[in-house]
Each structure stands twice: as C-alpha cells, then as structure tokens.
C-alpha cells in the first residue's frame, strides 16, 4: 500500500502537467504593423530626373523695356520648360512673371505664389525671408569651359600705386596690425570711381569700415573720381594717385603691371541670384542637388550656341544650340554673367554693406 501511494501522486502530477501544456496561452500583443520604409532621396540626373507639374519662375524688370519683358514673357517658358528638361527637370508647364521689385518677388516667394526666382543680389540680400540661395552670376564665369563650374562674383583689389608714398603704403603691410594706420591711410592720394559703384567705391567703403573702426571713404581728404578703372590705372601710373581699387575680374587688371603689393582685397559681390521659395522645400533639399541642373540650364539659353564641346570633342549640350537673338534675349533677362553655386552666407557682404550705407538694399 506504502509502494501504491507514491505511484499514484506521481500520476497525478504528470496528468496535471500534461493539462497545464494544452491550456490555450493567454492573449498576446498583436505583431506591430510593418511599415513601409520612405524612398530614399535622389540627387537630379539623367536616371533619376525630377518630374514636376508645374514651375513659377519669376525674373526681375533690370530696367528692361516693356517690349523686352513682353517677348521674355512670351518666349521664356517654352525654351526654360524645353532646356530644364535636358537637364533633368521635367515639368508639365513654366510659367514665367516679371517682378515688379525684389520686395515684390520676395514676398511672392514668401508667400508660395513664386517657386523660383531670379533677382539681383542687392536687391535680394536687404529682404526679410527664408527662401534658398543656389545660384549666384558674377564676373570671372565667362572664360571657363562652358560646361564646367566656375567661381563667379567680383572682387576689388586696394593698390598701392608706385609712387613714394604708395611704395612706403605697401612696405607697411604685415606689421604691427596688418595694415599701415588710419592716419597713414588718409594721408594718402585716393583715386576712386563714382558713389554708386560698388567695385570702384562701395567694396571699398567696407572694406575701410572693417578695418578702420567704421571709416569710408567719405572720411577721406583727398579723393579724385575718375571714370573706369582703365583711367584710375594710368592715373596711378602717371603718379597722379597713392591709392586706388582695381578690377580684379578686367583685361589687363595690371597683373603684369609694376604694382607694389596691394594692401587687401574687399569682400566677393555678385550681380544676380537664384532663389527657391520657402514654401518649397523640395526644391531646396540639398539631397535632391538642383544646383547643377539650374546651373547648366541658365549657362545654355544665355551661352549655348552650338559650337562649345566638351573635352571628348561632343556637343557640350543636347541640341543645335541657340541663335544670337535668342542667346541676347537670356542674357538680358537672366544677366550678362554666369552662375555659379551659391548660398545665403555668400550675401552676408552685401548685407553688411546696406547696413553700413544706413539702409536695406532696395
């Protein structure tokens, strides 16, 4: 009987066991949903062009005649909508205004009724807003392959003609502060071009105010205003002048000339930008990499006429190119310079030379 029991228990265990395992499991949490990775994003090639509806560029009046922005308004959008798509931006339609200010545009842009625009630099960099800097034309584009990318926007050297004062100017460079005093400085013969010239007075104006405590030129005792800056060279030539800014960007700058070392370089200015809406933050994405497509769709409609290859001896664009009237009309809409990548820092200059001047740029 003693033997029975323990077998008996021993049954009754295993039984209960064996119920425990067949038991349903109790309630699991439902297996989460699987979600669907987002595309990975794409720079703008020929595999992977950009497809759009639509695109609403707007360009600047630049004192255009109303005839001129009636023929850009009506042939712009065919050959903008026709170029953009070799370069990989295929849109259905373009629609094409003409700003009647950058206030105006900017706040287009602002708004989301302009998706890209094209303005002048000053004008823009003055404007409260958002939108995205790509694009900026300036001098020094035009003698690169038309296919290649280029440094753009002007700079103004700050010479020192060779005459005795100049040539001790020059010997000043790199001692003690950097740069000869401000008493020595306004000493000196200055040769400038006239007020609204940004290369020839207003670069200089601030590189005067960086370097001197807010001085210009207008603290200057003995300026003498010359036409060009061909003129203000031989002026420093003939000993005339001490000091004067040269166009670093203009044939025959002097690089081969006798020139005593200059005393600095003022800021990079550029003439005109290409700006993205802030409500269009797609086009804006570094990742999609617009730049280049913009680039070299501005650099064909005002340079392509055809006959520019590349290095392999191909058409450096699809197509035959543009005939002269229609390479002058771009031009005249788009800017005499190319373009080249750009972004808002890049402006910060033409910022500081509106705040400097007591006003934002117009």
Known sequence: MKRVLPLLLAMALLLAGCKHRGDPLPDQPPEPPETEEPAEKQAVTEETPLELDGLRIEVSRSGLSSDRL???????????????????????????????????????????????????????????????????????????????????GFQTAICTAATDYGTNLASRVGKEDGLPAWAEISRARWGLLEQDSVPGRRAVDLWLADNYEGQTTADLPNVTVYGDFAQLLQAAEAGEIDVFPMDASAEGAGAERDMPFPLGVTSRFYDAVVVVSPKREDLSDPELSLRDPLMFTLTQLCWYDGTQTLPDGTPAFPGDGYGRETLALCRDVFGAHRYGWAEDRDLAPARRLAALEGHMAE
Do not use: Y
Not at 91 to 112: F, K, M, R, Y
Not at 120 to 130: D, K, R, S, V
């Open 70 to 152: 009636m023929e850009a308004a009506k042939k712009l959008p065919e050959l903008l909508r026709s170029a953009l798509a070799e370069n990989h931006i295929h849109t259905n339609t373009v629609q094409v205004t003409i700003g009647s200010s950058p206030a105006a545009t900017v706040q287009a842009l602002n708004e989301g009724t302009v998706d890209i625009a094209i303005l002048p630099a000053e004008g823009f960099a003055g404007q409260e807003t958002e939108a995205a800097v790509l694009l900026a034309s300036g001098p020094g584009g035009e003698s690169a392959p038309i296919w290649s990318d280029c440094t753009v």
